[in-house]
T-cell receptor, first 114, second 111 residues
């Protein structure tokens, strides 16, 4: 158990819908990362927050948004969903601000868009 | 875009043999990490090597880093069936706080 909790574990939704994925980082970790993993794209970095502030942005679509709340949990919002958004979405947390420390991953949310 | 690329993409070996995976990256790095992912599960950190280090060991794992060639290798000695997983390298760069993962090597240990 990494200490990072992601909910829900599975999500099936229709095209055009909006979903919210939730991540609770390890106790004491201030950084939260979001990644998308699909079969043909590997593990794609989406966005990183540190103590409530956005620190780095990757290949995140405009239809996607995220935030980190004062209690340090984070949410990833995916809207106007398309079939191609079906993937595993991982959250990771780290005690350090940047990527120079060990990241702890949650078990992921498997999103299926039908 | 991926910073790193692992080679080979897939590797099958007999239990007890050694497994070697390579990672090449494009830009100068601050640190390089290796992670393992069992099928459909979250990634687990294995080892971190800093840009000023050349070799690091952890149990049956040995990691080397050659910054002049922008490459790293992960050696797993005396492989076990439980080592069957995908292995990813991840890098962070100076002044860039994101942790970028490579494409992964799928390792299968044949009992």
């Amino acid at each position: 158990d990494s200490g990072v909790t992601q909910t829900p574990k599975h999500l099936i939704t229709a095209t055009g819908q909006r979903v919210t994925l939730r991540c609770s980082p390890r106790s004491g970790d201030l950084s939260v990362y979001w990644y998308q993993q699909s079969l043909d794209q590997g593990l794609q970095f989406l966005i990183q927050y540190y103590n409530g502030e956005e620190r780095a942005k990757g290949n995140i679509l405009e239809r996607f948004s995220a935030q980190q709340f004062p209690d340090l949990h984070s949410e990833l919002n995916l809207s106007s969903l398309e079939l191609g958004d079906s993937a595993l979405y991982f959250c990771a947390s780290s005690v350090v601000r940047g990527g120079q420390g060990e990241a702890f991953f949650g078990q992921g949310t498997r999103l299926t868009v039908v | 875009s991926q910073q790193g690329e692992e080679d080979p993409q897939a590797l099958s070996i007999q239990e007890g043999e050694n497994a070697t995976m390579n990672c090449s990256y494009k830009t100068s790095i601050n640190n390089l990490q290796w992670y393992r992912q069992n099928s459909g599960r979250g990634l687990v950190h294995l080892i971190l090597i800093r840009s000023n280090e050349r070799e690091k060991h952890s149990g049956r794992l040995r990691v080397t880093l050659d910054t002049s060639k922008k490459s790293s290798s992960l050696l797993i000695t005396a492989s076990r069936a439980a080592d069957t997983a995908s292995y990813f390298c991840a890098t962070d760069n100076f002044g860039n706080e994101k942790l970028t993962f490579g494409t992964g090597t799928r390792l299968t240990i044949i009992p």
